[in-house]
């Protein structure tokens, strides 16, 4: 069975940093690219950004660039995603996922039905 954890979600000040973790057990981690992605309620959930198997490759929305970084431990089976300068429309539902498909040729994230494993989500809040 396929566990997804993400960890790592608070309540910041904007201007702040955080750092989530995602966790995969269950399948052989660096098999798999990870992503990252967000939703608000009400809204539809968007990309953050995602790495390839072996962290060569990163690639990021556009709103993500500069402020975040993604990055992976394959030892410890766990992606990272590294936020700063936050502000308010950072608050949201923060999800991680893996997909089997390879991003080291295209060198940009697959599409988000290529994810076959979801983790339940941590909630990262704000407050200006």
């Known amino acids: 069975q396929v566990l997804v954890v993400e960890n790592g979600g608070d309540v910041v000040q904007a201007g702040g940093s955080l750092r989530l973790s995602c966790t995969i057990s269950?399948?052989?981690?660096?098999?798999?690219?990870v992503g990252w992605f967000r939703q608000v309620p009400g809204k539809e959930r968007e990309g953050v950004g995602c790495v390839s198997r072996n962290a060569a490759i990163t690639d990021y929305a556009d709103y993500a660039k500069g402020r975040f970084t993604i990055s992976r431990d394959n030892n410890k089976a766990t992606s990272y995603l590294q936020m700063n300068f936050l502000h308010s429309g950072d608050t949201a539902m923060y999800y991680c996922?893996?997909?089997?498909?390879?991003?080291?040729?295209?060198?940009?994230?697959?599409?988000?039905?290529?994810?076959?494993?979801w983790g339940r989500g941590t909630q990262v809040t704000v407050s200006s």
């Open positions: 269950g399948l052989k981690f660096d098999d798999y690219s």
């Open positions: 996922a893996a997909a089997s498909a390879s991003i080291l040729l295209a060198k940009r994230c697959v599409t988000e039905a290529e994810y076959t494993y």
